[in-house]
């Protein structure tokens, strides 16, 4: 079955700096994929996609890159802000009869002041 | 604008007690989802609906059951609660996925089994 997964539980970075989250993914049953932002006690929040037509996207402050090859891909965060501390989830669409999002177990992102 | 409305958001249970999440959206979105999330773990879909009268499992349906009686609420139920269903839930809502519709969640319902 399809499996997404995170690289690092934890990512704590400068504020202003650039955050990159990774995610990886077991096979190519995924042609869609969103990362969400969760913030303590909130449900999850989209931030962008990516369909496996593409190779990169961008958005405000967010670019997210997708490597079909190694199945891999990253959110990149431009100049991170104290507001941007969450926990952060890569999700990959199966299609198999109707629609269903499959989770990685998410990044914990601190900015450090 | 409701968006995706769960209701209760925080709720304890005996074990064996039962209960029933409900989940609303004003969205007119087909497709509805239950998830479960566990501390340091992403979501776990449920079950899951493609339209009104429909419903199918997700990745851990054991232990619940759920209706889609009307197209705007999609409602997951604990027959008998078990201390390992203590968790976050989360309904999402969503037209279709593939078009670029967003999936919206809503706000999750803690539940403890004790």
């Known amino acids: 079955g399809e499996s997404v997964g995170l690289h690092l539980p934890t990512l704590s970075v400068q504020e202003g700096d650039n955050s990159i989250i990774n995610c990886a993914y077991s096979?190519?049953?995924?042609?869609?994929f969103i990362w969400y932002k969760q913030e303590s006690g909130k449900g999850p929040q989209f931030i962008i996609d990516?369909?496996?037509?593409?190779d990169k996207r961008q958005g405000q402050r967010v670019t997210v890159l997708l490597n079909k090859t190694v199945k891999h891909l990253s959110l990149q965060i431009a100049a991170t802000q104290p507001g941007d501390s969450a926990v952060y989830f890569c999700?990959?669409?199966?299609?198999?009869?109707?629609?269903?999002?499959?989770f990685g177990q998410g990044t914990r992102l601190t900015i450090n002041p | 604008n409701a968006g995706v409305t769960q209701t209760p958001k925080f709720r304890v249970l005996k074990t064996g007690q039962s209960m029933t999440l409900l989940c609303a959206q004003d969205m007119n979105h087909e497709y509805m989802y239950w998830y479960r999330q566990d501390p340091g773990m992403g979501l776990r879909l449920i079950h899951y609906s493609v339209g009104e009268g429909t419903t199918a499992k997700g990745e851990v349906p054991d232990g619940y059951n759920v209706s889609r009686l009307k197209k705007q609420n999609f409602l997951l139920g604990l027959e008998s609660a078990a201390p390992s269903q203590t968790s976050v839930y989360f309904c999402?809502?969503?037209?279709?996925?593939?078009?670029?519709?967003?999936?919206?969640f809503g706000e999750g319902s803690w539940l403890t089994v004790v």
């Open positions: 990516i369909r496996s037509n593409m």
């Open positions: 999402a809502s969503s037209y279709n996925i593939l078009s670029g519709n967003t999936i919206y």
């Open positions: 096979n190519s049953a995924s042609d869609y």
């Open positions: 999700a990959g669409v199966i299609i198999q009869g109707a629609q269903k999002l499959v």
